[in-house]
């Protein structure tokens, strides 16, 4: 059990409308990353925040947008919902931001526009 | 930019039988290499991993060796089993802990 949690499991919307998806964090872990798994690929890197900062960002428009609360605790918000956009959305935490930190990944968010 | 490339799925085979998921990848530097399993139904975790050439990374009886002259980082088996049933990653991470994945190869062992 990796003690990353993401609420909620499956989320349908509509085309325009907005989403938070929201990722609490393994405990003692200061860092989250979101991802975005279209079906049958790899996950893509949207950003990361560390200590309440965004620390890096993907190829993603800034209609994708996040925020890290005191507690490490984190959530993805997405504007104007496209068709393109039905993912699964991972979280992933870490106690740090260096390249070879293990991140553990939470289930995921299966997010369907329609 | 980084980039990874590996086989295509999905990949099926008998219990017991050998596995080899090919990964190639491209990057500047010298990287580390990590492979990811997501079983069905979860998210993603850290199989194994290796942090500079000629290194071998081992877990659960899966082993993969950094060979930078190739650029490769295949995952092999010597005896599957139908709980090894997954989508595996070969991943490059970089620093701030952006992660550069391949598409996955799904495996399906069966008995």
């Known amino acids: 059990e990796t003690g990353v949690t993401q609420s909620p499991t499956h989320l349908i919307k509509t085309r325009g409308q907005q989403v938070t998806l929201r990722c609490s964090s393994q405990?003692?872990?200061?860092?989250v990353s979101w991802y975005q798994q279209a079906l049958g690929q790899g996950p893509q890197f949207i950003f990361q925040?560390?200590?309440?900062?965004?620390?890096g960002r993907g190829n993603f428009p800034p209609r994708f947008s996040g925020l890290q609360f005191p507690n490490y605790s984190s959530e993805l918000n997405v504007n104007a919902l496209e068709l393109d956009d039905s993912a699964l959305y991972l979280c992933?935490?870490?106690?740090?931001?260096?390249?070879?930190?293990?991140?553990?990944f939470g289930q995921g968010t299966r997010l369907t526009v329609v | 930019g980084d980039s990874v490339t590996q086989m295509e799925g999905p990949v099926t085979l008998s219990e017991e039988a050998f596995l080899t998921i090919n990964c190639t990848y491209t990057?500047?530097?010298?990287?580390?290499l990590f492979w990811y399993v997501q079983y069905p139904g979860e998210g993603l975790q850290l199989l194994l991993k290796?942090?500079?050439?000629?290194d071998k990374g081992s877990n659960k009886g899966f082993e993969a060796t950094y060979r930078k002259e190739t650029t490769s980082f295949h995952l092999e088996k010597g005896s599957v089993q139908v709980s090894d049933s997954a989508v595996y990653f070969c991943?490059?991470?970089?620093?701030?802990?952006?992660?550069?994945f391949g598409t996955g190869t799904k495996l399906q062992v069966i008995p």
């Open positions: 992933a935490s870490s106690s740090g931001t260096g390249a070879n930190t293990e991140a553990f």
């Open positions: 405990s003692g872990h200061n860092t």
């Open positions: 925040y560390y200590r309440e900062e965004e620390n």
């Open positions: 990057a500047t530097g010298y990287p580390s």
């Open positions: 290796a942090t500079k050439a000629d």
């Open positions: 991943a490059l991470p970089r620093g701030y802990q952006k992660v550069t």
